[in-house]
């Protein structure tokens, strides 16, 4: 549902991607629902400063998003972000 909800926000259906990431947020509140999953649909949204909560949230829980910060493409609109590096040095996968 995440991937779909990022998918939707940069389709520039915001309204429809924050009634999918409502959705995600009411379950991570009943159970575990990755944070960087959560973090991807902000991502889509143009939310760093909540994206940026919930990709430290992932790394205080070991999600397995925060394996791909360095590759995938998702966080290619966060990289300029001087939280990016810092982020990436406290997970030690700053090169």
């Given amino acids: 549902m995440a991937g779909l909800a990022h998918a939707v926000a940069l389709s520039g259906n915001q ?12 379950r991570s509140k009943r ?6 999953a959560i973090a991807s649909v902000y991502i889509g949204l143009g939310d760093k400063d909540r ?33 990016f590096p810092d982020l990436l040095r406290r997970l030690n996968l700053a090169p």
């Fill in 31 to 36: 159970g575990y629902y990755p944070p960087g």
């Fill in 51 to 83: 994206a940026f909560q919930w990709l430290r949230e992932a790394a205080e829980q070991r999600d397995q998003f925060v394996l791909a910060l360095k590759s995938s493409f998702l966080y290619d609109p966060i990289r300029s972000d001087p939280r």
């Fill in 15 to 26: 309204g429809e991607a924050r009634k999918i990431l409502a959705e995600l947020l009411a």
